[in-house]
Every structure is written in C-alpha cells, then in structure tokens.
C-alpha cells in the first residue's frame, strides 16, 4: 500500500489506494463484482470531472451503462450538469469495441488519438478513460494483448489516464502475466481494501529515467529490496528481461556484454559479437559516431537519449534511442560504457502516423472554415485541394465532376499539387471500362471510397502507371462526393508519395472530409440558387418598375365600385404611370383616390361594364374603344391582378382609327364609284348602242327606200354616216373590253400561250385568206395566269402585227421569248409598218393612234388593253420600233405575285 | 306561212320599225304583235286590260323580247311567262343591245330559249332578225297547244 509521486504534471485518480500519478498512466484493476466497479470507478471518474478532464467509461458486466450513469447520479451531485455539457461518456463496450475475433489495432488507434484531438480542441486537460474487458475471450486476446502494448506506446507521451477493468475470474496466471506487464500497476481488491501491486519492468524504467536518484520511498511492497546481492540479482533480471538492448563495452568500445534484448535487435548471437568493437553496430556513413561517444564517456559525460540509426546483422537500418552511461569501478574510476538502446522503428511509425493524423485533422479543420466560408463551388474544391496538398502533404488532388455524358467522362474541376499536365492525359471516365476501372472511375460508378495501394503493381493502374510514378504518386485513393438526392455528382481523388499510403484511421478522416466537402457544396448549391432566385426577383421586380414608368403605354392599376346589388358601377384609379397622363390628358394628382365618375362624370357605360367584367370574372380582354369625354379612341389590354381590381394597358390609338376610318370611307367611296362604273358600262352597251342601230337602220333604209332620191354624194353621206356608226359601235365594244380587263377578277391557271397564239394565227389568216403572212410562234411556252386575259392580250398584239403588215409582201410574224436578266421576257416582233420611237409614250395611251384610220383601222385601245393585261399579271410591257421596219412588242409576267 | 302569231316585246318605236322592216325584208309576213313595254306584253299574253277579250287560243309561236324597258322590264316579264302554266312553254328570244355577260347569265337563268346581241349594222342586223323567223316560224316545233 503507498502512494506514487511522480514528477511532472500530476493527477489526482481518486482511488485512495492510487493517489495522484502523472499523464499517460495507464493501469488497471482486477475485479471480482459490480461493486468492486462501483467502488473503485466512480471517484475515478468523479475526480477527472472536477478536475476538467474529459471523461469516457466504456462499461461492461457486471457494471452496464445503466449503472454506470444510475451510480455516479447518486454520488456525483452535478453529474447531470456534466453530462449536459457533454463532458462525460457513458458507453457499452459493444458500441465501443468491434465484435468478433479480430480486433483492428490501427482503428482504435486512430480512435483514440482522435478522441485526444478532439478533447483537447474542446478545452479539456485531457482524457481520462477507463475500459472494461470483460468481452475479451481467447481468441482476441493475443490481438488486445498487442493493442494495449501499442497503446502504451502513444499514451506515454498524452495527456490521457486509463484504467481498464479486468474481471479476475476469467483471468488465467498466464493472462495475469500480461496485464501486468501492459499496465503499470494493477489494483485489486484483498481484505477490503484496495491494493496496489506494481509492473516491476516500469517501475525499473522510472528509476532508470531519474538516474536512480529516486529512491523507493515505501512505495510498493514488491520493491523493497533492501541488500545488495537481492538488488544484484534484481537488476540481473531486469538486463535480461528487458526488450532493449543492453550493452557493455570497453572505452575502446570493445563489447563485454550482450543481453537477450540485444540479441532480438541487432540479430547477433553474444558469442558473436563479445570481444567485437561495438563499431559493428554503427552504419559505415555513421562510423564517426562512436569514437565521439567514447570520447564523451571518457570524461564522465552521459550521453542520454540520443536519436541515431543502428544497423542490424542482416545490414538492415533501424532507428533507435541510446543512452550511454559511463561503468564505474569500485574507486570511482570510468572503465567502461553501458549503452542501452531502443529500437524506435515502430515508436517512429507511430509518431509519423501520429503527426500525420494530426495534420489531417488540421486538414480537416481548415477545410471546414473553407467551406463556411468560400463564396463558390470552384474557390471551394481549389482550396481543398491546396489544403490537402499544402498542410497534409499529399501529392496531388483533384476533384473530378462526375459528368452525365455519352462518354460518361469525370472531369477536372479543381486540381493542387504536382499535376503537370496529368489529369489532363488521364482522361478517367466512369464508364465501366479500362479508363473507369482506376480508384476515381471506380468510386464514382460503385459510390465508395477506392485506392490504388501500388500504382507500380495494381493491374488497374496500367493506364496511368508512367504518367503517375514519373510525379511520385505511387498509390492513391478517390472518395466519392453525394449530393442531397444520394447520387455521386464528383470524386476527390488524392495521391500520396508512398505505397499502401492511406492508413485506415486516415481514410476515416478523409471520407469525414468528403462528407462534409459535399455538405458543404450541396449547401452552397442551395444558396446560389437562392441568390439566383432573389436576384432575378429583383432583377424582374426593378425590371417590371422600369417598364412601369418608362412604357409608352398608357398604365392603370384600379378597383372596381359595386352597387347594392354587388354591380359594377364605377371604378376607383390606384396607381397610374406617367404614360396615362400623356394618354388621356388627366393628371395623376387628380386620379389617383378618386373614381372614374368623378373624375370623368360622361363616361360612358361601356368601360365600366368591360372593366367589371374582367375585375368580378377574371377575365384577360383587349378591345379599342372610343372615349367621348377624352376624344379618343384606345387599345385596351385589361386583366385582374386580384380580386376586384384591374390593370389597364392602353394606347392612343385615335390617329389610327382616324386613318382606318378615312381608308373604310375610301373604300365605300370606291365601291359606289364602281357601282356607277358598272351601271354606266351597262348604260353605254345598251343605251348608246341602241341609237347608233337606229342611225344605221334608218339610213340603211333611205338608201334603200329613197335611192331615186338621192344623188351620189348624198349616198356617199349616207354611207359616211353609217361607217361612224359601225365605227362608234366598235369603239364602245373595246371601251366596255377594257374596263372589264380592269375589273374581272383573275384566274390563275396553267396557260400555254404558243397554243393560244397558234390559234389565233389560224383565225387571223381565215378572214384574210388571200395574205401571205408566215406566223412563227415558239412551241411550249406555259405560263401561270388568266387564260382570258392573256388570251385577249395577244389576239390584241398578233391581231396588231397581222393589221400593221399589210402592206408587206413577205410579212413575218414571231411570237416567241427569251431569258434576260433573270427573268423570261416574250415579243411579237413583225416586220410591217413599225413607228417612230419619239411618239413611243403615246403608244400605250388610249384613243391614241400613230397611224391613220384609213390605212390601219383602230380605236386606239388594244394596246393599253394590253398593258393593263400584263400589268395585272405584275409584269411589263414595252415595245421598238423604226418606219417601215416592223415593231417589236416585249412583255414580261410575274407568276409568283399575281394581282388580286 | 301560216297564221302563226310573232310576239315582238320593244318600248323603242324605231326598234319596233326596223325589226318589221327586217322581217318583211325576209318576207316573213305573219301577223306580228308588239307591246311597247313589259305590262303591254304581260296583259296580252294572259288577256288583261286591254286584252282581255282577245282570243285565247291565240299565243305567239315566239317572244322576241328586249331588256331594257320602262315599268315591267323584259327579266320580269321572262319570269312571269316562265310561271305561268299557259305560257311556260312559250319559246322566248330575249333581243337586246347587251353584250354583258350578267344579262346573257341571267337570261337563261330565268328561262330564255335563245338570247340575240342586236348589231349596229342594219344589214346584220336584218340577217339576224331573218335566221330567227326562219327558225322559229320554219324548223321549230312549237310546244303543244293545249285547249
């Protein structure tokens, strides 16, 4: 029974039997029952609660969780106090400690040293912890065995304490063995009281670390070794129990003795190496060492936990901690050196892993400020990416968007470290194919985390092997990022230096890190779609009161007035733009509050009936309407945007209506002109042709009746008389012609014009058989109008030339056509009597001749019945001519546009 | 050329002059009967006013009929012809200056059995006239007379 006091930053355990020891005890206690729990670890944990630790009870039989929390509520008067701030937790060890045979080291590890992390950043002086290990059966016991060793390992340099619970009725000698040696002391419970029974091996190293000046001040029982030759034989045991290496040389550095711990380190039997310079035992690059060393004890110095490289009998390299003491002979004198050495290999292993846990974990940190705090997607995967190289150290990473294409690519969105054009050869897809089947491919089809542990060796890395060795990445590993929908929308892929370079405490970090990665992106997604929303609110708001104010239209926000009888009887104006006071003249000022009848007490019952309408129904109408109080006519565009209310949009539409109202006028005024057209072309077909009959009748029958009467030149009158007759008659024939060329409605067919013109060449030669005249008329020439008109058009043109070659000998007829400048032009070229150009202007106006009656009767009106023809078919006509050489008449038809 | 009855329907005198002196050029000398304007004819056909103790077996073999006439013009009197049963069958050559094509189209919607353009030339216009009455008069059977 006693108490250890130690040097360092000491704490109190609250187990009497205990006393205070230092951070990184870690001890245990072997119990029979639950009150033996109750007894020993609820001060335990009381103590770390007032003492600012942070406290974690993993409990098991006989003492559950339960209990646990039942007994120090009963003990511990703020215990619920602690437990709301979270400082304290209760857990079973099923939650704590996988199930089944194997027990992952490494996980609990990394655990842990999260946990250590954690309870630091919240503010604690440090975990204290106890365990129960009553689960433990044969099988993982080997495996906890070696976990508690590597845990003692980290612990020694933490800021932890930890008590595990060993129920002793299952503990055989052989299992005792090993608590023992794991734990510094162990408890148990004899007589009542509790006792505390101490790990030789630790206590031996305490004594070492404090040069043996410590003295054993009545601490534990089973050290109190009081003669020289128990001590001898005590030390003895701990030369050669003790894992390191321990050594005795001569000042020349010749070895004299070789424990067992040196055998395992240095793989040298003792008779291979007694007698041998310990120089054996140095690196060739570190031979130097040794002689400074020696030199050292020589004067009496220590050399006390140097950090150095050894090297094994195999000439492998290890890294180790050596002190070298000098031996002193009974007088004082320095014959010698101890050199005890420690292979750190795994100590530095887990120091590394240590460090890099940490600095993940600062990775960790900084990324989720990063997070809160970037504005975008991009500065947000950049920074990741740069953190995760810069302060993790990795090679590289990206972040690969997962994109929804044919070739189903994953493409770089934000990359760090030593790309140098890799991802840009790589071309990852996440198809399943040799480019999708590397880690990035892989997570983003499958949705879980993947590695490549070797890019030299993994099959799946042949694509990239070169590219990727040649940067130094030599294994990597792809996480997937989910989206709120639980698709992989992006894969954050990382490459480290080393192979198999991803420990699994590592990897749970990491995929914490993705997980919030992509909470963080889904939340930022949400707020750009929320700024998006609000600025195009905005946007459309400020947009809308522009179009507001600055429209052309006129604009009125109203409210329509009911009557008893819930009837639209007059409309209020709400709110109006600068548009309605340009519209109708009212000011705003004056509008605006009042009603329609106020202020325009004529208005009429129509707006007030429309606009009701649309206010009680819903209605959306457009409509123009006059306003006689304004004078006006207006475009109204009116819906409601609410119950009872109406919008107005309106334009001045008066200058329109006016021109509307002058073009119906015109046009009412040209269908009576017509009318009178009409009827007077009825009245010169019937009733100037009716007298012009009589005229020639009459005179007809003098010349008949009266010939004795007459005498040769009052026959030749007579017959002047009757010519102007048939003459006029003809005249009003090709007057009415030409005013229904005017006014006949068009039909457009299919006309073939070489067989119209063939037929007419036929007639024209039948009532003058005795002319020799040749018709030449180009076959096949069809064209698109009214076959009528056209018809009429060339009888005009062709009966023209037969008239005009009269007095030809060989007269020559040609209908025929040509292309020029785009567009197919038609002639009738004759070679009679031809014109002067200089009278060409008259050649198309009516009553107009150049020729005289007597050689080539004509009214003057065929061809300006031509031009209309061809002109209502949209084309041209002119004609060239020369005295006596013919006249040529061409005329164009423009079929794509007729003339209605 | 028998006793058969030419009914000539004209409110111009000198019309009416010139188609007798057409007619008797042609030698055709059946009794022609003419009304000055389309009540004239009407009364006579259906034996009314004036007309109304003439013979009623008497009906003309033709109608020539002009147009344009004060009162009852020629379309009304066609029509009214064309709805009586004595006169339904009656065959009637509407004689007019017209050329327009809503006459001629209107014209024998209401039943005319022929429509003739008169010509200012007075030869050609005897020739006409001349054609008719030997058609009419000579190769037409006329539609049975009933009582």
Redesign the interface.
Known sequence: MGKIKMQGLSRKTGIDAIGEVPWGTHFCQLYQNKADLIDTLVPYFREGLKNNEYCMWITGEPLEAEDAAESLTKWEPDFARYLARGQIEILSHRECFAGGDRFDIQRMLGDLTNKLQQVSVMGYDGLRLSANTCWLDKKAWQNFYEYETAFNNITGNCKILALCSYPIDKCSAREIIDITRNHEFIIIEHAGKWELVENTRRKRKNVRKQKLEVKSQGTAEVFKATNADSKNRFLSAIVESSDDAIIGKTLEGVITSWNKGAEKMYGYAEREVIGKNISLLVPSERSDEISQLLEKIRCGEHVKHLATVRQKKDGSKFPAIVTISPILNDKGKIIGASTIARDITQRKKYEEDLLRLNRELRAISDCNQVIVRSPNEQSLFNDVCRIMCEVVGYRMAWVGAVEQNETKSVRPVAWYGEDNGYLAKSKVSWADSELGNGPTGSAARNGKTDFCQDFATDPRAVPWRDEALSRGFHSSIAIPLFDNTGSVFAVFTLYSTDVKGFTTAEVRLLEELAGDLAFGIIVLRAKEEQIKIEKSLKDSEEKYRNLFISMNEGFGLHEIVLDAEEKPCDYRFLELNDAFEKLTGLSREKCVGRTAKEVLPDIEPYWIETYGRVAQKGEQIKFENYSAPLKKWYEVYAYSPGKNRFAAVFMDITERKQGEEAIKRYATELEIANRELQSF??TV???L??P???M??????LLEDYADKLDNQGKTWMNNI?DS??HM?QLI?DI?GLSRVVWVELKFERVNLSEIAQSIAIKLKEIEPSRQVEFIVMPGMEVLGDNHLLGLALQNLLGNAFKFTVGCQFARIEFGSRQQNGRRVYFVRDNGAGFEMKYIDKLFKPFQRLHSSKNFPGTGIGLVTVQRIIQRHGGEVWAEGAIDKGATFHFTLNQERPDK | MNNKVIMLVDD?E??VF?TQ?ALQKSNIVNEVVVANDGQGALDYLFRKGKYKDRDAGQMPVVILLD??MPRVDGFEVLKQIRSNPKTKYTPVVIM?????EVDILKGYTEGCNAFVT??????Q?AEVVKQLGLFWLVLNEPPPQKQ
């Open positions: 072309s009825y077909s019937h009733d042709r009716g012009l009959r009589i020639d009748g009459y005179s007809q029958a009757r007759c048939r008659g024939d009415l | 111009n000198h019309d010139l002196r147009l344009k007019t200056a017209s050329k327009e008169k010509p200012i030339d007075f030869n216009f």
